[in-house]
């Protein structure tokens, strides 16, 4: 899923929530099963790790994916009534540090972040390996439908 899919599912958690904790530890669990839905995107994670030559195309795929997100979380509160605006940046941050945890890693190969990698694949991979993977713009153009209507529920 993209960051900017789970970013928009942690605003309406932390939105949602009473408090920043409970929406940092909601979201950051609902990352693994939202990442249980295949979305497109495993092609990209193995040019990273697998396919070295195609760095680029991946690194830039998530340069722009979080950008993205961040310019989205900007505007919606910036014109968005957001009543708590802790609350709703610790969903965010909860909803998207898996993904990033994984990219330290796999940048760096810090052996501390080694096993929290395999258990977020674990999840990522659990249906890719039983029924494959969709097409990423089916996965996208569904994900787009997803945030549109997240935000509206801001």
Do not use: C
């Amino acid at each position: 899923m993209t960051v900017t899919a789970h970013a928009m599912i942690g605003a309406v958690i932390g939105q949602a929530a009473d408090a920043p904790a409970p929406a940092f530890l909601i979201s950051f669990a609902l990352h693994f099963l939202l990442d249980i839905i295949p979305h497109g995107d495993h092609g990209i994670s193995d040019n990273f790790r697998i396919f070295k030559r195609k760095r680029r195309r991946a690194v830039a795929y998530v340069l722009v994916d979080g950008m993205v997100a961040l310019f989205l979380v900007l505007i919606l509160v910036n014109f968005k009534d957001i009543e708590s605006v802790r609350s709703y940046s610790w969903g965010i941050a909860g909803a998207v540090l898996p993904d990033f945890l994984v990219g330290i890693y796999e940048v760096t190969k810090w052996r501390h972040l080694r096993r929290f990698t395999r258990l977020h694949f674990l999840f990522h991979d659990f249906l890719l390996k039983r029924w494959g993977d969709v097409r990423l713009r089916y996965a996208l153009v569904i994900q787009l439908l997803l945030i549109i209507y997240l935000q509206s529920k801001l």
